[in-house]
C-alpha cells in the first residue's frame, strides 16, 4: 500500500461513512482490507483501491463494511445492562405507566449482540412489562452486518463471550455447531441500514438510544453534530448509552452525565422530578423522610 | 492466592488451562480425573474447579455430583470445559450444579468472561 493509496483510503472513508483515520492506522487497513481483496481475486490493496478509483459500486461497498465493523460481544462491558436493569427501565416504567410503551434505538447495532442482549435483559424482567409496547430499532451502517442480525446466529465462540450459559440455554437453539437466537427475541428487534453522518430524524423519538463505541471513530465535529441530532431524536426525559471511552463531556452541553451511572447521560433540559441535583437524588431524599 | 483445581485427563489441556488460570492469579492443583480430584476436594475445596467431562476412572459428570454431596461442596464454583457441546450435555450439568460451561476449544477470553459470570474475577478494566 503506498501513501497514496492511504491517503486515498483515508479520506474516502471520511467522507462515506465518517470514519476518521488517524495517519498511523496502516495495520488496521491492511487487516481489514487485505481479506477482501484476497475475496476478489486482487493481489493487494493498491490493486483495491484501483478498482474503487474505476468506480466499482460492490468493491468500494465492501471496503467500508470491513474498515467500519466493529467487534462486539453479548453484555459487552457488563455495566451499562446493569444501569439498564436497575436504573433505566424502572424510571421509564414509572415516567410511562399510562403510555405504557418503551421506545429503544441502538444505533449501532452490529451483528445484534447489543439489541439482543437488551432483548433478554427487558425478556428476564418478566411481568413488570407485561402489556406494554416495547419497540427496539437497531440500526448500523453495513448492510451484510444487518443480514447477520437479523438471522441471529452466532458462532460457538461468539456466544460464550458475555452470555452467561444459563442464557444461552434458556433463549437459543442449537443448529450443529452454531446457535440461533429464539424467534421470539428476534421478533422484538427492527432492523435498518442507517448512516448516522445523515439525517435520522424521520426514525421519531426514542425513551433509550445506545450508541457505543461507534463515536470514537469520528472526529470531534461530527461528534458534536451527532450528539445534537440524537438529543432531538431522545424523549425530554430520555436516556443515552456511550461506550467506555466515549462522552459528552468537553464536547457538547446538549447531554449531561447521569450522576453516579458511568456511561449513561441524559438531555440536559431534563430534570429529576422535585429535585435540584437531578438523579441519584432520591436516596438522600429518602433518607431525609426516614427522619435522619 | 485463591485456587483452581484442573481436572482433566490431557496433560496438554492441563498445561494451557494452567498458563490461562495462573495468569489471571489463580494457584494451580491439578487432577487426571474425577476420583483424583475428589480426594484433592476431600483435603482441602478449592474456589474454583475447571472440570473436564470425558475422563477414564471417573468422569466429570459424576464427579460433580459427588462434590455436592460432600460437606462444604456448595462452596467451590464449577466451570465445565469440555467438547461435548450439545444443549442435553449443557443442561444436565447446570441440573447437577454447575455454576458455568465452556465449549472446547478454549481461550484466555473465554475462560476469563465465563469466570466473571460466575463472580471469580471482576470485570478487566475497559480499554
Known sequence: ?292 | MRTCLVVDDSSVVRKVARRILEGLDFQIVEAEDGEKALEICKRELPEAILLDWNMPVMDGYEFLGNLRRMPGGDQPKVVFCTTENGIDHITRALHAGANEYIMKPFDKDIVAAKFQEVGLLQPAPQE
Open chain 1, 1 to 292: 500500500m503506498t501513501p497514496s493509496d492511504y491517503e486515498y483510503l483515508r479520506k474516502y472513508l471520511k467522507d462515506s461513512s465518517g470514519l476518521d483515520l488517524s495517519s498511523d492506522k496502516q495495520y488496521l487497513i491492511e487487516s481489514r482490507l487485505l481479506p477482501v481483496s484476497r475475496k476478489a481475486g486482487l493481489p493487494g490493496i493498491s490493486e483495491l483501491v484501483q478498482k474503487m478509483k474505476g468506480g466499482s459500486a460492490s468493491i468500494t461497498t465492501q471496503v467500508v463494511e470491513a474498515m467500519t465493523t466493529n467487534e462486539t460481544f453479548f453484555f459487552r462491558d457488563k455495566v451499562p445492562f446493569e444501569h439498564f436493569r436497575n436504573s433505566v427501565i424502572p424510571e421509564i416504567l414509572a415516567a410511562r405507566a399510562s403510555r405504557r410503551s418503551i421506545r429503544i434505538w441502538c444505533a449501532a447495532g452490529s451483528t445484534g449482540q447489543e439489541p439482543y442482549s437488551l432483548a433478554m435483559s427487558l425478556k428476564e424482567m418478566g411481568a413488570a412489562l407485561a402489556g406494554w409496547r416495547i419497540e427496539i430499532l437497531a440500526t448500523d451502517l453495513s448492510v451484510e452486518v444487518i443480514e447477520k442480525s437479523k438471522a441471529g446466529i452466532y458462532s460457538q465462540f461468539e456466544v460464550q463471550r458475555g452470555l452467561p450459559i444459563q442464557m444461552l440455554v434458556k433463549y437459543f437453539k442449537q443448529i450443529g455447531e452454531l446457535w440461533q437466537i429464539n424467534a421470539d427475541i428476534r421478533a422484538m428487534i427492527a432492523h435498518r441500514q442507517l448512516n448516522l453522518l445523515h439525517d435520522f430524524s424521520q426514525l421519531g423519538t426514542f425513551d433509550v438510544i445506545f450508541c457505543r463505541n461507534v463515536l470514537i471513530y469520528f472526529d470531534q465535529d461530527t461528534k458534536v453534530d451527532i450528539f445534537r441530532r440524537l438529543a432531538k431524536a431522545s424523549e425530554p426525559d430520555g436516556f443515552l448509552a456511550l461506550g467506555a471511552a466515549e462522552t459528552v463531556v468537553g464536547l457538547t452541553d446538549v447531554y449531561k452525565p447521569y450522576p453516579e451511572r458511568r456511561g449513561l447521560y441524559r438531555p440536559s433540559g431534563f430534570q429529576a422530578a422535585s429535585t435540584t441535583t437531578a438523579g441519584g437524588a432520591f436516596a438522600p431524599k429518602l433518607a431525609a423522610i426516614a427522619g435522619r
